[in-house]
């Protein structure tokens, strides 16, 4: 349902360590430096010459390549292609304009994300728009990134525990420089350029090779950051864009462990409230018998000392728990039941998605997703500073934060180890106003129990603009378009004919859990190497 709301935000989730944390953060981090060196002379505009895709699925999709500039700075210099699709509006009579679909991750492809989620969009928007993604610079067709290669990651994340040793820290601290000089050493050339403002420099000349005038853009997650700078940088460029997901730019560019501290609450309290709704309904749940927290700290213990073996011959630790559930959690109630049962699975020794060791596509998404976020986030380096901060994040998340805080490098919660040791310059790092200052209206929507990315960063990001609206779903799970009719109805709608929501609109209509066997559609569990938008249910 939709409803007006007229209450202050959620608050934020505070432990004993957090003023300390930011006020250090604060007086120790890496002070923006100039914006972002601007150049007179322009960079060619890209030739897109279009055919069918290497990987024709017969889906009215069609592909090209756009030579961009590898370093702004130098914009007549070496180039880089990139990996471009796109589908015309299928009512040519009433097209509107280029809709741009980008993805999640750092490191998920905006090519596969266009054409995967093309049949979730309504006719409103595929009638109305040429649907367009892309692979961004480091992923995939667009120059795969490489830092650790796949046999040093199986062995990283193989010999990782969901209850870390004495010493871990120590060990994240090594295997970060470790991953850190890994990425110089065969990416040197790539890395220092991935960084959010040449990606959105990127996508500007992508608007000019299809000949528009302004963009139409949904970015969830690390997409809504992407869309944040490319506002900030192109402001009169903006018809619409959705910012689903939202991150909370100056704190994740510019005062990263305080980003992260909220990161590690964010997911922490939402297992922990699956965890209490299991208690709840421990036979819908099916998970540990009344007392899913112990059940849940015990089974941890227990991979770790009898990991199960998988079909693809690896182990699967109390680590690789850990790791499946930080994705698995963002899909919402829905899938609560779901995971009591795979949660029940794994106590009995026996294979489930949930433990599923990651893999070589895996890794590849990982890779591009540490080196992105190290180009654009500046960490202290002290690693005195490092340490205390790290602990005090994993203290502060007790359920997941051990093994992900102090686990091997891979996804966003456990960057600190590798960023504060980044050898590469950072050229290609926003480092501008987040204002957007004479854009049109931006919709920027916060999911309340989002794990990956806090409501509050939306709160924090809708203020940031000057010409933000700030749509909430009350609901679970990472984002919300597709989750809810009430969200995608008003999304679709500014999309279409940029009317935007009532102030203070919140929707609070998301799927409730279903005992098992009542739902169609059986769970097979969070591929983290594609990201998708739903279709609405």
Known sequence: MQTRSTVDPRKRVVWGTTLVLIAVTALLGVAPGAATATTTTAPPVPALSWGPCADDRGDGFECATALVPLDYRRPTGRTIPLAVTRRLAADPAHRTGVLVLHPGGPGNSGVDFARDSYDALPTALSDSFDVVGYDMR??????????????????????????????????????????????Q?????????????????????????????????????FGSYVGTVYAAQFPRRVRAMVLDGAYDPRRYADVPYSYDAGQFVALDTAVGRFLDWCAQNATTCGFGEGKPRQAFEELKRSLDAD????????????????????????????IWPDLGEALRTAQEHRT????????????DFLNVNMAVECADRAYPTSKLLMGALVSAHVASAPLLGPPIGLGPPTYDHNHAPTCAQWPADR????????????????????????????????????????????????GEGHTGYNRSACVSALVNTYLATL???????????????????????????????????????
Request: charge should be neutral; glycine fraction near 10%; charged fraction near 20%.
């Open 185 to 221: 050493q065969r990416s040197g050339d790539l890395v220092p350029f991935i960084g959010t403002a040449s990606n959105a420099k990127d996508l500007d000349l992508l608007r000019q090779a299809l000949g528009e005038e302004t963009l139409t853009f949904y970015g969830r997650s």
């Open 352 to 363: 489930t998605w949930l433990l599923n060791p990651p893999s070589p596509a895996s890794f």
């Open 307 to 334: 990991p199960v073996i998988t079909a693809s011959g690896r182990p699967a630790t109390g680590y690789t728990l850990a790791y499946r559930l930080m994705f698995n959690i963002n899909s919402g109630k829905e």
């Open 427 to 474: 050229p290609s790092r926003f480092e501008g106003s987040y204002r957007a200052a004479g854009s049109a209206p931006i919709l920027v929507l916060g999911t309340t129990g989002d794990p990956d990315t806090p409501y509050q960063d939306a709160v924090a990001l809708a203020g940031t603009l000057d010409n933000g609206r700030l749509l909430t779903f009350a």
């Open 138 to 183: 480091g992923v995939k067709r667009s120059g795969q990134v490489e830092c650790w290669n796949d046999k040093e990651y199986s062995a990283a994340v193989d010999a990782a525990r969901g209850v870390p040793a004495p010493g871990a820290l120590q060990l994240a601290v090594r295997q970060g420089l470790d991953f850190a000089t890994a990425c």
């Open 499 to 537: 009317a935007l929501p009532a102030r203070g609109t919140v929707c609070a209509d998301e799927t409730p859990p279903e005992a098992l066997g009542r739902r169609g559609t059986a769970v097979t569990g969070v591929d983290e190497t594609r990201d998708v938008i739903p279709t609405l249910r």
